[in-house]
């Protein structure tokens, strides 16, 4: 599976999604995976995966992102993911999951 294969558009924006993944910290020979839509950014969990298990990572990153929910439970989810944002990047990604909330239920950035 290439890194566009098989994905649904973003569920919030439409775009284009791809898989992809970053080498794990500290871990050698093991990558997080994860798919994301290219213009707005919203993206799976990681999937933590050796790399002589990359079809099976991709596999499951990929039937993440094709599983969509009912907006009450996106909603939930993304409000839990703005509580519990890591400090580091947390404003962003706080931006973000409030640009993704308020574009799925159509309210105006503005």
């Keep these: ?3 566009k294969a098989e994905l649904m558009p973003c569920p919030f924006c439409g775009g284009e999604a791809r ?5 794990a910290p500290y871990v ?11 213009d ?10 050796h790399i002589d298990v990359s079809s099976g990572a991709r596999k499951q990153v990929s039937e993440q ?16 993911n703005i509580q519990t944002s890591d400090i580091k990047y947390g404003y962003l990604i706080r931006v ?12 105006s950035d503005e």
């Design 1 to 3: 599976m290439n890194n």
């Design 19 to 23: 898989i992809r993944y970053e080498s």
């Design 28 to 38: 050698d020979n093991y990558y997080d995976y994860y798919v994301a839509c290219d």
């Design 40 to 49: 707005c950014k919203t993206r799976t969990s990681l999937y933590h995966a």
């Design 65 to 80: 992102w094709n599983t969509r929910k009912g907006c009450a439970e996106v909603a939930r989810e993304a409000v839990h």
């Design 96 to 107: 973000r999951a409030i640009k993704a909330i308020n574009k799925a239920f159509g309210v």
